[in-house]
């Protein structure tokens, strides 16, 4: 909440260390302006399937909307677009007619995007509802985390590397991948919270 030139330059050597690559996008003002906005804590959607009904898919935040600090909404509903459009053109030379080539493809999509869909929806909750456990791992792994890291690709680093970081310029992950490396890494602490499976019934209703 202080835009003071220490939180300002600690702000931007932040950035120019886990996304390097979008630093040049904000201005000063950009940044001195971070500090004084209000904060919104948003929501997480989990949901147990995409394709309903035989005529309706969820796709963007209908599917997975996320704590905006996650910083993935965009993105992942642009995602959800392409691979919709990867399943419809895998269908189109189906012998089928079209009602049953569209329901092949949105079927396809589903078995395609769900589990991305999910771990995205884990994710946001994770940062949206931090636990007890959660606090407690992240003490344990600034101290000892060298020795207690299971993911080759995420080492010490936060689980951000693979969203933002610098290593996202050589390759990028999974959102599934992503979490999966996650609870490599947090495999010798219990691994990551996860929702709770009642709280994702009712989500999911």
């Known amino acids: 909440t202080n835009p003071s030139p220490d939180n300002v330059q600690a702000l931007r050597s932040y ?7 979008v630093l040049e996008l ?3 003002q950009d940044l001195q302006d971070f500090f004084t906005r209000p904060t919104f804590t948003g929501s997480a959607v989990w949901v147990s399937k995409l394709y309903l009904q035989d005529w309706v ?4 935040d209908a599917a997975h909307a996320v704590y905006p600090a996650t910083g993935e909404g965009i993105n992942a509903s642009v995602e959800d677009a392409s691979v919709l459009q990867s399943a419809l053109l895998m269908s189109s030379d189906s012998d089928s007619d079209t009602q049953e080539r569209l329901q092949q493809a949105l079927a396809r999509f589903e078995d395609m995007r769900l589990e991305d869909s999910q771990a995205l929806s884990e994710y946001a909750y ?9 606090k407690l791992q ?3 792994f600034k ?3 060298r020795w207690l890291t299971g993911s080759e690709k995420l080492g010490t680093n936060p689980v951000q590397e693979l969203f933002f970081g610098p290593s996202t310029e050589k390759e990028v992950c999974s959102y599934a991948t992503i979490m999966e490396e996650y609870d490599k890494q947090l495999s010798s602490l219990g691994g990551r919270p996860r929702i709770p499976p009642l709280l994702a019934e009712e989500e999911d209703d």
């Open 126 to 134: 994770l940062l949206l509802r931090p636990t007890f456990k959660n």
């Open 15 to 21: 950035i120019q260390t886990r996304a390097p690559s």
């Open 26 to 28: 904000f201005t000063d």
């Open 57 to 60: 898919v969820l796709l963007g």
């Open 138 to 140: 992240k003490i344990a």
């Open 143 to 145: 101290l000892f985390g």
